[in-house]
């Protein structure tokens, strides 16, 4: 790696370990630098999630500190997302580079869309697992089949899930969103490194700059109003990014 990339990765994940434990979208910017500094798709998929494991140890250690969190809830909701995550995996392991990045294309467009619908009306209470029935525990594993395969904009469903079917507020789907992203991504990463697709030394310098944005963004949180400039800074750097992505 020159300087030049050390100095691109650091930046480039301190924003998006800010963007996402905050909203979603943060993948959308580090899987294609990966891309755009040489690695092949699979190869950057894989070497994306160690940085995303990373930053969801920082986000939870600082969520717990702060006394936020439900253990029994989180697990509860990460369960079937970490069967999905590794069936996942084991997938996006065997995808052609063409198609890898054309799916890249298409599921950042959607998020993108995703992100510009409008706030639902929330129910603020606590989540309990009383709350929780088949059809959330289905799309978690759907979640989790998803984040397995390309992680870009999960967090944009995680959103669906918790914040726009569960009315959960923004705070509370911060916090089990990192929570069940911790735990679905470290069975998907070991699937990635046993087939030879993860670059160490990139995946350790992009997760300095992922764990320095999520310790930021413990601590801030933010509720629905200030989550709008994230919000708008993501969609920004995406279109760039997909004017890269299909031009050039």
């Known amino acids: 790696m020159t300087l030049v990339d050390v100095l691109a990765l650091l930046a480039i994940g301190g924003v998006a370990g800010f963007i996402n434990v905050l909203s979603a979208g943060g993948s959308m910017l580090t899987l294609p630098l990966l891309m755009f500094l040489g690695l092949p798709p699979q190869v950057a998929n894989g070497t994306n999630r160690v940085a995303i494991t990373l930053q969801s140890v920082t986000a939870v250690g600082g969520f717990r500190r702060m006394g936020h969190g439900n253990l029994r809830v989180s697990l509860h909701l990460a369960l079937p997302a970490i069967v999905g995550a590794l069936l996942g995996a084991w997938l996006a392991t065997g995808v052609p580079d063409a198609v890898f990045q054309t799916v890249l294309v298409l599921v950042m467009i959607g998020a993108s869309v995703f992100m510009l619908l409008p706030q639902p009306k929330l129910d603020t209470r606590p989540l309990t697992t009383d709350r ?84 930021v963004a413990v601590k801030v949180n933010l509720g629905q109003r200030g989550a709008q400039w994230v919000k708008w800074l993501t969609l920004v750097m995406v279109a760039a990014i997909l004017v890269r992505l299909v031009l050039f």
């Open 132 to 215: 929780l029935g088949p059809g959330i525990y289905l799309a978690m594993f759907l979640i989790g089949v998803y984040g397995g395969f390309i992680q870009v904009g999960v967090g944009a469903l995680f959103l669906v899930v918790l914040y726009r079917i569960l009315k959960i507020d923004l705070p509370q789907v911060n916090v089990f969103k990192v929570s069940v992203i911790l735990l679905y991504t470290l069975p998907a990463l070991l699937v990635f490194a046993g087939n030879g697709q993860v670059r160490w030394s990139m995946g350790l310098t992009l997760a300095l700059g992922n764990i320095v944005g999520a310790h």
